[in-house]
DNA sequence: ACTGATTCTAGTACCAACTACTAAACGAGG
DNA sequence: CCTCGTTTAGTAGTTGGTACTAGAATCAGT
């Protein structure tokens, strides 16, 4: 068995661990047939972090996939939207968004929802939550399809006024008043 | 200082583990309390392997499996907790948070990170949030760290009062009033 | 064939995060 | 009081490394 030279060596390393990042020094020193030192020093040359730094890395991809994908940036699909005026959307509770124990949705799922719908609903390039009262009136439990109301009640070019009620098939589950900052510019700093 | 009893803890360890997987024994041990020994003991009771094997498994999983697995149940992290009477979490606003135009990061997570503590402080098998009076001071940037305090006012039987304040470097940006419903026994139906 | 540089191998001390085990301390109940 | 479930403490051994030193092997050019 003929090595390879080092730079040979090294680019094919690269290929490896890439490809398979839960190789070990030890594995890859049986595959190039050359000392774990090798390996350590080619690692170093090639700044390859170790194999646990590579494991976590895919895994914090991995994570990071399902946050951008769970952390939506809206809870709830929207169905009916007018502008400044009222909008609908619809959020299935799942196993994600219930307590294990009894199958209750988290009440900030919910809450999210209408707040959701609150930005969605106005019609202008900046809009932030600034207070709300909000009510769970009844538990929402895992598989239920929650339809969330907003309503703006009032705009006066700054504040705007909206109540949402959510219900899970005809009865009430959650409603909320909102009042939200609006401004067309942006220039809100605090 | 009130700790968890056995049974109660290895399910919040559970939930703790299955949210994130990075967790080591020791962080674990601080997080609850209790030595490290008791978090391996727990953890060889409930088959839950070492980190490094969390990992990797992660690290391999499919995708779309974790993405029904592992949703995010709660909303930053738990640093401080006497139950029944207070407790401090941490959450850092990241890019997932924010709105894309101003990196201001939507109501509805500084929302999630207030529920989830007062959820967390209330020392009772079933703990839901009835109403809240909330106003969201002043917005949270990008990278913000939010340390969120939730102090538990009074416990009337059925229900809790509790005050949530939440600052960045010492600046608050948001502030409720949550009514938090409970029993010992689960028995809420609506 | 000898020199010098490059490359490789060997070996040590140290680390994190464990497993597996033993033993002691604590705490509530009968 | 003693007992049992639970918790804590401590030791030895493991994996897969880092960081470092030192020596051996190899090769290139003279």
Redesign the interface.
């Known amino acids: 068995m003929v090595k390879y030279k080092k730079t040979e060596r090294q680019e094919l390393l690269l290929e490896r661990v890439s490809s398979d990042?839960?190789l070990t020094d030890e594995r890859l020193a049986e595959i190039f047939k050359v000392s774990i030192q090798t390996i350590r020093l080619d690692r170093l040359e090639l700044d390859i972090p170790e194999v646990?730094e590579r494991?976590?890395h895919?895994?914090r991809e991995?994570?990071d996939?399902?946050?951008?994908?769970?952390?939506q940036?809206v809870?709830g699909e929207i169905i009916d939207i007018e502008l400044n005026d009222h909008a609908l959307s619809l959020f299935i509770a799942?196993?994600?968004?219930v307590?294990?124990?009894?199958k209750?949705a988290?009440?900030?799922y919910l809450?999210?929802q209408a707040?959701?719908l609150c930005?969605a609903v106005i019609d202008q390039?900046?809009a932030?939550?600034?207070?709300?009262?909000?009510?769970?009136v009844?538990?929402v439990k895992l598989g239920d399809k929650v339809i969330s109301k907003a309503v703006v009640e009032n705009m006066d070019g700054r504040i705007a006024t909206i109540q949402v009620v959510s219900k899970v098939e005809q009865r009430l589950v959650f409603k909320g008043r909102f009042e939200m900052y609006y401004t067309g510019e942006?220039e809100?700093?605090?």
Do not use: M
């Not at 996939?65 to 952390?71: A, C, Q, T, V």
């Not at 799942?94 to 968004?97: A, D, T, V």
């Not at 307590?99 to 009894?102: L, M, R, S």
């Open positions: 990042p839960f646990r494991i976590k895919v895994a991995e994570t996939k399902i946050r951008s994908l769970s952390l940036e809870i799942e196993e994600g968004h307590f294990k124990k009894n209750i988290r009440g900030h809450f999210a707040n959701s930005v390039p900046l932030l939550t600034k207070t709300a009262h909000i009510d769970f009844r538990p942006g809100y700093d605090g």
